[in-house]
């Protein structure tokens, strides 16, 4: 079974504090996702990567970044937290268009809450 | 513009009662499209594509390329089928998904 993990489920931050959000895959997939889920706003892409130290920004990458060092992992930043980037926050990862199994497998989701 | 439209946020039925969830999309090309469900406390799965035409869980969904739709469909509603059902498209030959605003089935006894 594919395993996403996302190192918290829960996370409370301060404003202006710098947020780290990881997410870890164990299928070797290529392709990894950072989502905020939204109620009335269903999910949006923040950014995306293809490949180690790449990345591509998502439909609303303001106000975050991201890291891929290693195939498995893709970390979310806040650089500044605010009290807007209060959300559902979902990784999800999948092998490139064309594979045989190219679902795209999510993670439980961490809920960040900025006071 | 690429776009999604689930106009229902939620949908309530009794158990045995049909459902449909409906999902309208807006692309010029081919689209792929699917259906993902999150049950409560559970993470987002994918429940079917279009490109499989299976019968999961007892639900289907066509796509209508005519009408751009791809509504989602089960004669006979569970208890169980309660979730957050989100319709999502992928433009031809990439790996971005984008998702409906989600339409919350609630099933009663």
């Known amino acids: 079974d594919v395993k996403v993990t996302q190192s918290s489920r829960y996370l409370v931050k301060r404003t202006g504090e710098k947020v780290f959000l990881e997410c870890v895959q164990d299928?070797?997939?290529?392709?990894m996702f950072w989502y905020r889920q939204d109620p009335g706003l269903g999910l949006r892409l923040i950014y995306f990567?293809?490949?180690?130290?790449?990345?591509e920004k998502g439909d609303i990458p303001e106000g975050y970044s991201v890291s891929r060092e290693k195939k498995e992992r893709f970390s979310l930043i806040l650089e500044s937290a605010s009290t807007n980037q209060t959300s559902m926050y979902l990784c999800?990862?999948?092998?490139?268009?064309?594979?045989?199994?190219?679902?795209?497998?999510f993670g439980p989701g961490t809920r960040l809450t900025v006071l | 513009a690429q776009r999604v439209t689930q106009p229902e946020k939620l949908l309530s039925v009794f158990k045995g009662a049909p459902v449909e969830l409906k999902c309208n999309y807006s692309?010029?090309?081919?689209?792929?499209l699917f259906w993902y469900v999150q049950y409560s406390r559970q993470r987002l799965q994918l429940l079917l594509r279009?490109?499989s035409r299976e019968s999961i869980k007892g639900f289907t969904a066509d796509l209508n390329k005519g009408e751009t739709s791809f509504h989602l469909k089960k004669p006979f509603a569970q208890e169980e089928d309660s979730a957050m059902y989100y319709c999502?498209?992928?433009?031809?030959?990439?790996?971005?998904?984008?998702f409906g605003t989600g339409t919350r089935l609630q099933v009663f006894p």
């Open positions: 999800a990862s999948k092998h490139p268009p064309g594979h045989r199994t190219d679902t795209q497998y």
């Open positions: 299928m070797d997939h290529e392709n």
């Open positions: 990567s293809y490949d180690v130290k790449m990345k």
């Open positions: 692309y010029s090309g081919s689209p792929e």
């Open positions: 279009h490109i």
């Open positions: 999502a498209l992928a433009p031809y030959n990439t790996d971005k998904l984008i």
